[in-house]
């Protein structure tokens, strides 16, 4: 920690020389910020504090000479910064003479001393609740046909919606809200989504790789939405290119206006060119990254993305040659820096592929595929689809430029006040297109990303008044995270669905800014020249311009104005409603009762002591403590929430690892391995997430006795040394009744 603060003061001091000596404003920026940041990290970690909790686990007694293993549970609710050092000191006692130890010391006078072992276990993640219930939430996990994620959210591809309760979604935890995408259910996590996506794949099974071939031959039903849904999804992998070779161009810029570099130099030109490449070949990586949405071999899509710019077609395009294939005339335009005319080829490509591998011999199925693919995109694509796709492109960037010069400052105050509305509905990604090519050609974009950068950080401010002047726990937990995440990261659906869109004054406050802040970049005429890799305050940098600095001053304006207006509005508009304190008083206290481990029965019948059953292994405890049951039913359900571990093949015993780490045996009759399967029914298989009630097996009871084998039932915890307390719940239960509190 001290070698870092000592390179961390290094690096600060020579931005500070490095403004000294050229006395260029971008330094001192750099200097303030980078100077400010460690009270901003400190601020944040003295309220992560308020949110972490330690637990310890482990035995409250032992016999002499055992180990006993405690394990003390660092938790942090938002996952900040765990940074420091956690003291505490452990006293233990022997009860057989009185006395006490603390630390690792022993008292003199003791004969012997408990050995104590330590563990520490960093939290566990704060998504395994939501993890827990994500199979109910999605109508289990066969109704999802795929599975992925996105920068704020989780997206589950479901084929029932009828068994989706929106309204439990949104308040399942670590969601900030939820919504429909056609047949695709969102749900909002924020910056966290890459971790979310990893717990939940892992504790249900769900993966991205989970593409079921329903998934390709689905017909979705055609809307707007879906429509911008899928260019964006066609677009977003190759926005990481330009968000990159953008900045190149930035720190080109920054780089002549101190002296570092010189126009003239062979640096500059390798640099100009390596930040037009991502622009150039745009076709090819768009080409990809669509035949991975679609289905088709992802380099057949970047060939066809190559063929529009081969410096062959290329030549003959810039000197106007006439061009046919198969007597076809052939529309002559050039495609770099093009995004329609690659998506319009591949999408259909890819069912003329689908076609050839389903309908080809297997043995020649490598060639005539990729071949006879090929072979058609041809004309197809050059005298068709490429030809729409370019003009498609050119007139939807010439409407938004005409709207942008035909309304001036008011369209860009319009635009930004709205764009929340547009990021609500995912109307935003309908601009992809058009930055694009404007960012191409002319080379600089002045309504899109300065309405983005306002509107995010207004966001952001919303959420910090919501903040201050709530005072609901729950309210405060949400919004201040979110609004870190929308202003510095420009991450707005966690405040913007977590707080925004919660309370229509706070929407209403931020809108109100937006037309402010975007009516101030209008009228300054304030124009972006690359793509930001974050829209929030980085987004900035991007508005630094070759003439100077003023554009960027000016939008430093917008913003603060936009930010300031926002954040008025929101304390006078915003009013908590008494019942948000109310439900959250309940929901803790409810939580409270959740927190025991409840064991329901999973079979209907009478429970009885373990000791009563008639096989000693399980009578007397060696396979761990539990019940016995005397089923009166030959169904068996999940007690718990968990995860299939183990499944005999003669099915007579199911192996369950609960959701709190229980480890279930569930041994159905004795002896019963002996039938093979046989008056067996499984519903179940290894692997399998499983929610309490969920049918898991049927069984026989008149077969199994016919064949002379009982059908007591006896279910143990294996691992029943790690929880201190178990209460059983004897007598005659149902299925679902409580059965077992460990």
């Known amino acids: 920690m001290k070698n870092a603060r000592i390179v961390y003061g290094i690096v600060v001091g020579l931005v500070f020389i490095g403004y000294i000596y050229t006395t260029y404003f971008y330094f001192l920026m750099l200097f303030i910020m980078s100077s400010v940041f ?56 022997n009860t057989s003479i009185k006395c006490q130890k603390r630390k690792q010391y022993c008292k003199p006078g003791m004969a012997k001393c408990f050995k104590l072992t330590r563990r520490i276990i960093m939290a566990t993640s704060k998504y395994d609740e939501l993890a827990k219930v994500v199979p109910e939430l999605v109508g289990g996990v066969e109704n999802v046909s795929y599975f992925t994620h996105c920068v704020t959210r989780l997206r589950f591809d479901i084929k029932d919606k009828s068994k989706i309760d929106l309204k439990k979604v949104k308040k399942a935890p670590g969601v900030k809200g939820a919504q429909w995408s056609g047949n695709q259910l969102q749900m909002i996590i924020g910056g966290g989504v890459e971790e979310a996506f990893e717990v939940v794949s892992n504790a249900t099974g769900l993966a991205v790789s989970k593409r079921s071939s329903d998934k390709i031959n689905e017909k979705k039903k055609f809307t707007p939405s879906t429509l911008l849904e899928f260019i964006a999804g066609c677009i977003t992998p190759v926005v990481l290119l330009l968000i990159g070779t953008g900045m190149i161009k930035i720190f080109m810029l920054l780089a002549t206006m101190s ?9 500059y030109n390798v640099l100009s060119f390596v930040s037009d490449s991502a622009f150039y070949f745009l076709p090819v990586f768009v080409g990809f990254a669509t035949a991975t949405k679609v289905g088709m071999t992802p380099y057949m899509g970047a060939l066809l993305g190559a ?41 259909v490509a890819s069912y003329i592929e689908r076609f050839f591998k389903k309908h080809s011999p297997e043995v020649l199925r490598s060639i005539l595929v990729p071949f006879l693919t090929i072979l058609i995109m041809i004309p197809i694509g050059l005298c068709v689809l490429a030809p729409l796709g370019d003009i498609i492109g050119v007139y939807f960037s010439k409407a938004i430029i005409w709207i942008y010069k035909t309304l001036g400052f008011i369209g860009v105050a319009l635009f930004t006040g709205l764009h929340p509305l547009l990021v609500m509905t995912g109307m935003h990604h309908g601009m992809s297109p058009y930055l694009v090519a404007s960012l191409s050609n002319p080379g600089y974009e002045g309504l899109a990303s300065p309405a983005t950068v306002i509107d995010n950080i207004n966001i952001g401010a919303a959420a910090v008044a919501v903040a201050l002047k709530s005072k609901s726990k729950q309210t405060k937990t949400t919004a201040i995270p979110s609004a870190i995440t929308a202003i510095i990261g420009g991450v707005t659906e966690p405040a913007l669905f977590g707080v925004v869109l919660q309370y229509k004054t706070v929407l209403a406050a931020t809108m109100i800014g937006g037309f402010v802040g975007g009516a101030v970049a209008g009228l300054a005429k304030c124009v972006s020249y690359a793509f930001a890799g974050s829209y929030g305050v980085f987004g900035l940098l991007t508005f630094v311009s ?47 009762d959740n927190e025991k481990n409840i064991l329901l029965a999973p079979i209907t019948g009478k429970v009885k002591s373990l000791s009563e059953c008639k096989d000693a292994v399980f009578a007397e405890g060696t396979l761990g403590n539990g019940v016995i049951i005397e089923p009166a039913e030959g169904k068996v359900y999940a007690p718990c929430n968990g995860k299939i571990t183990s499944i005999f093949d003669t099915l007579h015993a199911i192996g369950i690892t609960a959701s709190n780490g229980a ?80």
């Open 38 to 93: 460690p009270f901003i990290v400190r601020l944040l970690l003295q309220i992560e504090i308020s949110y972490i909790q330690i637990d310890f686990e482990g035995s409250t007694s032992s016999k002499v000479g055992k180990n006993i293993i405690i394990s003390s549970i660092v938790k942090s609710i938002h996952r900040l910064l765990i940074s420091g050092t956690i003291e505490y000191q452990l006293v233990y006692e």
């Open 259 to 267: 002296g570092l570099i010189s126009a003239d130099s062979s640096t």
């Open 307 to 347: 063929m529009l710019l081969h410096p062959n077609f290329t030549a003959l395009v810039a000197a106007g040659k006439a061009i046919s294939v198969f007597g076809i005339p052939v529309y002559t335009a050039s495609y770099g820096n093009s995004i329609f005319p690659a998506i319009l080829m591949v999408y």
């Open 546 to 592: 070759k003439d100077g600095m003023f554009n960027l001053y000016m939008m430093l304006l917008a913003v603060l104005i936009g930010a300031v207006v926002t954040f008025v509005f929101t304390m006078i508009l915003y009013k908590e409603n008494p019942e948000d304190i109310e439900e959250e008083e309940s929901i803790e206290i409810l939580a409270e």
């Open 663 to 742: 480890e279930i045996l569930i041994h159905i009759g004795m002896d019963t391995v002996k039938l093979n399967g046989q008056g067996f029914k499984s519903h179940i298989k290894i692997g399998d997430t499983i929610t309490k009630g969920q049918l898991l097996m049927e069984f026989d009871i008149d077969f199994i006795k016919g064949k002379g084998f009982e059908v007591t039932t006896p279910v143990v915890i294996s691992n029943s040394e790690n929880f201190t307390q178990m209460e059983e719940m004897l007598g005659t239960k149902k299925h679902g009744d409580q059965m077992i509190i460990l």
